[in-house]
């Protein structure tokens, strides 16, 4: 979501971006504040994460909701999935508010309104423990800690972005990581899996984070080299991996960039989706889009939900590599690479005819 469209009143900017539905609520027992966003429900119902988050401006959240649950729907779609497109938030008063079991399990009753149109699951801020509160009142979540419900999605998501680097060498006339420098912008939990996948590889790999703790685990066990959260973005790598939160890629960072490929978890890497698409093709950097590389926690998850098995969906998450070189082969059509993911998702969406309904109440 653009800033321009920041700007319009909230029913203008669902109507300019396409969403079907945004609801708040609060609970006035527990004092929790919630904004659930259906963007999309063409493709069937829609599962997308929670996200527990300090805003400065009650606004701020509002957008925040509108932009990730319009980029669930492109994602859901490119996945080859039966699912729309929808993303919700809790608005904390403070960056560290404790995350209570009463607040959870009214965010689950809150879910348990939209009868199954939207599927929770984790998102910043939210643990397993939380996601294991909100199933106490609603089945419409997945994740959480139990087997049936998904469990941890990061190292699924990390296994797609793996696949999607593996596209992205192979536009290169590259085959394989060894001797190849991958730097890792956060080792949470799918920036840590991907480090094990990629040292397995043969890839060297410098990486920073915030908590020294996490750094100074990787250096350990995947003899990565660790570089400062600020130098980063400007190291000397043949994949840029940004796995730690979005916006990263803008008119200045861009500039700094010393990499081939940007591939990598977060959503919203690039601040403005056009201009900042344009600007990594002008410098000739391959950009493998977000929302198609990093869809491998979302498959295992919705696929779980529509009932497909374990195998189907670790053939759904290898099915990344060539949606990813697909992607790259329609940007000669389409400008960047970025333009090309956009239009493989809207073509899916409009191609989707008749809605799946699962679950709905
Ligand atoms: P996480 O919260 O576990 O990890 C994020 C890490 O980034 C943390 O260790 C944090 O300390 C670090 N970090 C934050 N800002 C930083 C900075 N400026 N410099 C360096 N490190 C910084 O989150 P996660 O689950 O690993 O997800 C990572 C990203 O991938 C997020 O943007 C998330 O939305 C996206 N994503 C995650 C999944 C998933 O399955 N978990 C799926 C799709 C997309």
């Not at 960056?95 to 009463?102: F, I, T």
């Not at 089945?139 to 049936?148: N, P, Q, S």
């Not at 344009?278 to 939900?305: C, M, Q, S, T, W």
């Amino acid at each position: 979501m653009n800033d321009e469209t920041t700007n319009l009143s909230p029913l203008n900017a669902m109507a300019a971006h396409g969403h079907e539905r945004v609801c708040y609520h609060v609970d006035e027992e527990t004092g929790l504040r919630a904004i659930i966003a259906v963007h999309s429900t063409r493709l069937g119902n829609a599962l997308g994460g929670c996200r527990r988050w300090h805003y400065e401006h009650e606004n701020d959240a509002l957008y925040d909701v509108l932009r990730l649950s319009e980029g669930m729907t492109w994602k859901a779609a490119c996945a080859g999935l039966a699912m729309g497109g929808a993303k919700s938030v809790i608005l904390l008063p403070e960056n560290d508010a404790e995350m209570s079991r009463d607040r959870a399990r009214a965010m689950g009753r809150f879910i348990d309104t939209l009868n199954g149109t939207y599927i929770g699951a984790e998102d910043v801020g939210v643990s397993p423990e939380f996601t294991d509160w909100m199933l106490e009142t609603t089945d419409h979540v997945m994740g959480g800690t139990g087997e049936g419900q998904g469990g941890d999605p990061s190292p699924h998501t990390a296994m797609g972005v793996v696949y999607g680097m593996q596209a992205s060498l192979r536009q290169l006339g590259r085959d394989q990581f060894a001797g190849l420098t991958v730097a890792i912008q956060g080792l949470g939990s799918v920036g840590t899996y991907l480090a094990s996948l990629l040292h397995e590889r043969g890839a060297e790999l410098v990486v920073t984070d915030q908590n020294e703790a996490k750094v100074r685990y990787a250096c350990e066990t995947f003899d990565a080299k660790a570089v400062s959260p600020s130098e980063i973005l400007s190291v000397e790598c043949d994949v840029l991996a940004p796995c730690a939160m979005g916006a990263i890629l803008d008119e200045h960072s861009i500039d700094s960039l010393r990499t081939k490929v940007i591939c990598g978890a977060a959503n919203n890497v690039l601040r403005d989706p056009d201009a900042d698409a344009r600007r990594l093709a002008k410098r000739e950097i391959l950009y493998a889009p977000d929302f198609i590389v990093n869809a491998g926690g979302l498959i295992h998850l919705a696929g779980l939900y529509l009932g497909h098995s374990l195998e189907q969906l670790k053939a759904m998450i290898e099915r990344i590599e060539d949606t990813t070189m697909t992607v790259f082969e329609m940007a000669s059509d389409h400008e960047t690479t970025g333009h090309a993911a956009l239009a493989l998702a809207r073509k899916r969406v409009a191609e989707g005819g008749v809605k799946e309904q699962i679950n709905a109440g």
